[in-house]
């Protein structure tokens, strides 16, 4: 179901400091450095995949809203969760040009799923062997989460009026707690890449408005 595009940078040659002519000890030091630092960027592409299927999802949900919804309040609350989302989804895109890899992207609003896949550059067999580790699992899991989303899409279409108003708005809530979650998994995990922290703190209080505001409406549905 899931293709990923790896494209082969020499920014990430460098990092790993590879040279022709190397001793045996040492290119097999070399492979195992290039492995390493592959691995470890490859988590990164992936945190940086969760965070953009997050975002296609809020913004899936947002334009669910807007055709399914008649309530002007959660109307006006789907076009500001579109314009956010898309908006931090653009920055973490222009995040992911700098760092040399692609996002990952599906069209949630079909069946069909229409995905391209997350990578990065070089030329190095260790590296390469590290950026590949763990990927069929992660893209097994990867697919089971659209399918999730996918499910969970089609069980709000089906409902109507104010039951979907609140199921939606619930939904929302959830969204925004587990993206919140990941968020200051990757503030910890991550605060020593400063244009990924900064990113990352944009968007923690971006998602408490969206959770509070979903939580606010939800109430004044139920009133």
Request: net charge negative; glycine share 8%.
């Amino acid at each position: 179901m899931r293709m990923r595009r790896w494209l082969w940078s020499a920014g990430l040659l460098a990092a790993v400091g590879l040279g022709a002519g190397c001793a045996h000890d040492e290119a097999k030091q070399a492979r195992h450095r290039g492995e390493q630092v592959g691995e470890a960027f490859a988590q990164k592409v992936r945190f940086a995949d969760q965070l953009s299927l997050l975002n296609q999802e809020q913004i899936t949900l947002g334009h669910l809203a807007l055709q399914k919804s008649n309530e002007p309040e959660v109307r006006r609350f789907a076009r500001e969760l579109i314009h956010d989302h898309q908006r931090n989804q653009d920055d973490l895109e222009t995040l992911a040009e700098t760092k040399a890899f692609s996002l990952s992207t599906v069209d949630l609003s079909t069946v069909d799923q229409a995905i391209g896949g997350a990578g990065t550059e070089g030329t190095v067999e260790g590296m390469k062997k590290g950026m590949e580790k763990g990927e069929k699992k992660y893209n097994k899991q990867y697919d089971k989460q659209v399918l999730k989303f996918l499910g969970k899409r089609d069980a709000l279409s089906a409902l109507s009026g104010r039951e979907f108003d609140e199921a939606f708005l619930e939904q929302v809530r959830d969204d925004q707690d587990r993206a919140r979650e990941l968020v200051d998994e990757g503030l910890d995990e991550y605060r020593d890449d400063t244009t990924l922290a900064m990113f990352l703190s944009r968007t923690a209080p971006l998602l408490s408005t969206h959770q509070q505001r979903a939580e606010t409406l939800k109430g004044y549905l139920g009133d």
